[in-house]
């Protein structure tokens, strides 16, 4: 298995050599260290049980094939070769299962599944989840027709099997078995909590520029805003007038003065409006006073008719102030 | 059970730093292996490891095992600590994937459960032997080497078996990120923990260990861009220069002669 290995590992070097001496050298050496890392974490499953995931399925997202089978390999390298889990003689196969064969399935499933979606879609997220359940169970399924095809290849003078001792026949459903569920299962929670999370936090990682707020969340805020403006006309409830909110007429009227008195804990108003006041209330003149045109009657119909004007208005500055920002950003873009 | 799962995590995590600092220990012990150059050992025990796989009789395995055996005791290490680090994990693993070749390897029975028609063979036995001991003569002979030698002269070594020098870097680095990043990890974990009342449920404990997965993964792409200018700032322009300062010595001589002779007496004996 290291000769089957060994070319790919010498191509992934060609291909990533030139960039290799960047960012790429320390960029490959803590993915791996990172992937190495998540292999400890134990995750827990539907139905109760925990399983491991080996990071694969977002390595190959966010590096591509070529560069994830060497952050793979490199993991499986040092938990062969320093903590001696997996062993010497089986790090080839490892490799050619886990890092390049896995690799390349989750690459060539995601970019499959999430073909067209658009960035924020709930679709990629999937994508993902399935790069990491394929790329696991294609592992298996190649390590599985290793193991099976040993017993033809490598047996003594009596037929007894000198190295793996299960026909194909046993080893593809007893190593299935286990990886389409726990291990498949484990990969997929991790390769698609991890792909949300880069989408959210570094969205140029997983191949998307900028990642706009999410559909369901403006369609939820649409709603709300809907509903808010259906409730303005509440407001014609409230009696008397908002407190600071007085008009000059107000303080000659004697039920109105009453009013103030009683909301300013019995400090009587005075008999004639403040002549700052009386001297700044010609100054603007709003287009619609006390919530509605002149031509309304209804005066529910009023609230929701200046509550609508004025949630066009706030969006109509907002887009044209949106449009403004991005000329000029594209102005300061090289 | 809420609990549970981030002690199982930090436990493999504080496991596998302390399995590095065993290591780091024990290589520098004043012991047969340790005294030896880095390349003749890791030429000298790969050549082991590799007859034990081509081996076909027991009794070469049990020798080459036997080799290991003394080996570690005059290298001075504990074989108490090599029973339970490397023995019972790999008997445990490997007699799980044997232990079926007992009743599937159709031959003579030697034993009947006395539930159902199952029955023990004598070539089912052999075949489940030879796999067991094949994995842990080849684990023994490995984990001696990196017991005996510190990481980086173990990565020196690599060249001489024509690894690229890229790749010698990326698995030093990898190597030092990945002692930093668990233990980045056990703290987050550890700190969690320290603030955690109550019991989560299974979609929450899933959600604890992805986030935890995403804020280490972001640290490490962060780290990598800090490693990455601190690189620059020492003057790193792409070239790679190791210290290859080993020097070959009479004892490493004999110890090459020796290892050469045993692998291939192995070998011919196995057949």
Redesign the interface.
């Known amino acids: 298995m290291y000769a089957a290995s060994a070319p790919c ?1 010498w191509a992934a ?1 060609r291909r990533t ?1 030139r960039k ?4 790429t ?10 992937s ?3 292999m ?7 139905g ?1 049980t ?1 399983g491991h995931a080996v990071g694969v399925g ?1 390595a190959a997202i966010v590096l591509g094939p070529w560069a994830s089978l ?1 952050a793979v390999s ?2 499986l ?2 938990q062969a ?4 889990d997996g ?3 089986t790090l080839g196969a490892n490799c050619f299962n886990m890092a390049i064969a896995g690799s390349f399935a989750a690459w060539g499933i995601y970019r499959l599944a999430s073909l067209g979606a658009a960035a924020d879609s709930r679709r990629r997220v999937v994508a993902a989840a399935l790069a990491g359940y394929g790329a696991i169970n294609v592992s298996a399924l190649l390590a599985a027709i290793e193991f099976g095809i040993q017993p033809m290849l490598f047996h ?1 003078a ?1 037929g ?7 026909p194909l026949r ?1 080893a593809i459903p ?1 190593m299935m078995a286990g990886h389409l569920t726990i291990a498949g299962a484990a990969e997929a ?2 390769s698609a ?2 792909f949300s ?2 989408r959210r ?2 969205p140029a ?1 997983v191949g998307i520029a900028s990642v706009p707020l999410a559909r369901q969340t403006t369609r939820n805020l649409w709603g709300a805003l809907a509903v808010v403006l259906l409730l303005t006309p509440l407001g014609i409830l409230a009696s008397g007038a908002a407190w600071g909110e007085w008009a000059p007429k107000d303080f000659a009227d004697a039920a109105t003065r009453a009013q103030i008195t009683a909301a300013s804990g019995s400090v009587a108003a005075p008999a004639a409006a403040p002549s700052g006041l009386a001297r700044l209330a010609n100054v603007w003149t709003a287009p619609m006073p006390s919530y509605a045109p002149h031509f309304v009657k209804s005066a529910g119909f009023g609230y929701l008719l200046s509550a609508m004007f004025g949630v066009g208005l706030i969006l109509a500055v907002t887009w044209v102030a949106r449009r403004v920002a991005q000329d000029s950003g594209k102005r300061v873009e090289p | 059970m809420s609990a549970g799962v981030i002690a199982k995590t930090v436990r493999g995590f504080t496991g596998a730093l302390a399995q590095t600092l065993v290591a780091e220990s024990s290589a520098h012990e004043h012991g047969l292996l340790q005294g030896l150059d880095p390349r003749v050992k890791l030429v000298g025990m790969l050549g082991l490891v590799v007859a034990a796989a081509l081996s076909r009789k027991l009794v070469v395995m049990a020798a080459l095992f036997g080799l290991g055996l003394v080996l570690a005791v005059a290298s001075r290490l504990s074989l108490w600590s090599l029973a339970k680090r490397v023995w019972l994990v790999a008997f445990g693993f490997t007699f799980m994937i044997a232990a079926p070749a007992l009743f599937l390897t159709p031959g003579e029975a030697v034993y009947r459960l006395p539930v159902g028609s199952l029955a023990i063979t004598a070539q089912g036995m052999r075949s489940a032997l030879v796999l067991v001991a094949r994995v842990e003569t080849a684990v023994t002979l490995s984990t001696l080497l990196v017991l005996t030698t510190p990481w980086m002269h173990l990565l020196k070594a690599l060249r001489t078996l024509m690894v690229p020098v890229e790749v010698i870097i990326l698995l030093a680095m990898t190597h030092r990120y990945v002692v930093l990043l668990t233990e980045t990890a056990n703290a987050m974990f550890e700190s969690r923990r320290s603030r955690m009342v109550g019991r989560l449920n299974g979609h929450e404990q899933r959600r604890l260990m992805v986030n935890t997965g995403g804020v280490l993964l972001s640290k490490t792409l962060e780290m990598g861009n800090q490693v990455f200018l601190a690189m620059q700032a020492r003057g790193f322009r792409g070239e790679v220069r190791l210290l290859t300062d080993f020097r070959m010595r009479g004892w490493d001589y004999v110890a090459i002669c020796g290892f050469a002779a045993a692998a291939t007496a192995a070998v011919v004996a196995g057949r």
């Open positions: 590992w070097l050599r290799l001496f960047g960012k050298l320390p960029l490959l050496s803590l993915f791996a260290a990172f190495f890392v998540t400890m974490f134990n995750l827990p499953l539907p109760g925990t977002i060497l490199l993991a390298a040092i070769l320093f903590f001696g062993g010497i003689t003594d009596a007894s099997p000198l190295y793996a001792p299960y046993i007893a929670v991790m909590g991890l999370y880069l936090n570094e990682l």
